[in-house]
Nanobody, 116 residues
């Protein structure tokens, strides 16, 4: 069955870095656009970054441009989110999403907390 398993979250101080991973299985990973979303308490889920199938293009939310980088390794069926210069407002549960046409799959999320 389809699985998306996020890892790499945790507690980090402001200005620190984290690297999230999302391991996929059960579908043709290379054909899917992959995205990271996040949801903070009391807020709606928002798109953080997206990368096309093949990795040719990536786009980012304005709030993370220049700080976050999305990448993918199709040989490992894994998508990454490198997060640098983290701010308290980056605190949220981060979710991995795979999308192709009418198909959309979600992971269970990983908590990122930025606090001193």
């Amino acid at each position: 069955q389809v699985q998306l398993v996020e890892s790499g979250g945790g507690l980090v101080q402001p200005g620190g870095s984290l690297r999230l991973s999302c391991a996929a299985s059960g579908f043709t990973f290379s054909s899917y656009a992959m995205s990271w979303y996040r949801q903070a308490p009391g807020k709606e889920r928002e798109l953080v970054a997206r990368i096309t199938s093949g990795g040719g293009r990536a786009n980012y939310a304005d709030s993370v441009k220049g700080r976050f980088t999305i990448s993918r390794d199709d040989a490992k069926n894994t998508v990454y989110l490198q997060m640098n210069s983290l701010k308290p407002e980056d605190t949220a549960v981060y979710y991995c999403n795979a999308r192709l046409a009418g198909y959309s799959y979600w992971g269970q999320g990983t908590q990122v907390t930025v606090s001193s």
